[in-house]
């Protein structure tokens, strides 16, 4: 069985052709090293069950699913290094926005607004809002309201079209919209969030830790050897080693739990 692969936390539609050039990258790298790999992406079971799914050979995740459930039943790859700003060797953070035409410049200028959050679960949307409001404030507590939205992109779109105040915005996603959402030239730049290891990619912890070894080395080599377009599309530029210990300070992340 050639088993799964997703790659699905910054897969946009306009730049999904670069995504699969990824993809067929790494699965050029399995085969060399005698690790069959599926003939493409997986697009269409739920990242959180491709997360746990035994089948699973390569895949990425946030960090807050990880520390919160998936930390011991999937083995660490890599942590990705992005050329975004706000991104660092195997770090990021999140862009705090909100419309250029409103007057309030800081995240605690904001009390009693609507925030806008791709959802709970995420470290960069909803973690990283709470780690940057006035120490020991929660989101409930601090906003009017919380407008869940589904993702960063309609997060963005909420806060342009005036459904919320304010956003935590992953920078790779954020770099994304740059390029790619024309709601982003509504918005304006008011802070950043802590930074944190970035989003780790994963296997199945049933694999062996000799095929383990093996997959994160295949994605480190189709990484450094990927075309510039493609790079630049993605904004992906390497791979650092990955450890739990590397993650463990999310658990103190997001003070709402």
């Not at 895949?59 to 660092?88: E, F, I, M, S």
């Not at 994304?176 to 709601?183: G, S, T």
Request: proline residues 7%; aromatic residues 6%.
């Amino acid at each position: 069985m050639p088993g799964l692969a997703q790659l699905p936390m910054y897969d946009w539609p306009e730049v999904r052709a670069e995504t699969d050039a990824l993809w067929f990258a790494i699965a050029g790298q399995l085969a060399a090293a005698g690790i069959p790999a599926p003939a493409g992406l997986d697009r269409t079971t739920p990242a959180a069950e491709a997360w746990t799914s035994p089948d699973l050979l390569v895949g990425q995740t946030c960090g807050r699913p990880y520390v919160n459930g998936l930390a011991g039943r999937v083995a660490l790859l890599g942590r990705p290094t992005y050329d975004a700003k706000g991104a660092g060797p195997g770090r990021y953070c999140s862009i705090l926005v909100a419309r250029s035409t409103d007057g309030r410049n800081r995240p605690g200028d904001f009390r009693g607004a609507v925030a806008g959050c791709n959802g709970e679960t995420s470290q960069s949307g909803w973690a990283a809002l709470i780690d940057s409001l006035p120490h020991g404030e929660t989101l409930d507590g601090f906003f009017d309201t919380v407008r869940f939205t589904g993702s960063h992109r309609e997060s963005i779109r909420a806060v342009a079209g005036g459904k919320a105040d304010i956003a935590a915005i992953d920078c790779v996603a954020w770099a994304l919209a740059l390029r790619h959402e024309p709601a982003a030239s509504e918005l304006k730049e008011i802070g950043r969030s802590p930074d944190y290891p970035s989003l780790p990619f994963i296997a199945a912890n049933r694999h062996s830790a000799d095929d383990i070894a093996c997959i994160g080395t295949a994605l480190r080599r189709a990484v450094a050897d990927l075309p510039r377009p493609v790079r630049d599309a993605l904004g992906l530029s390497g791979i650092e080693d990955a450890r739990p210990a590397d993650y463990a300070c999310l658990k103190e992340s997001g003070r709402a739990g």
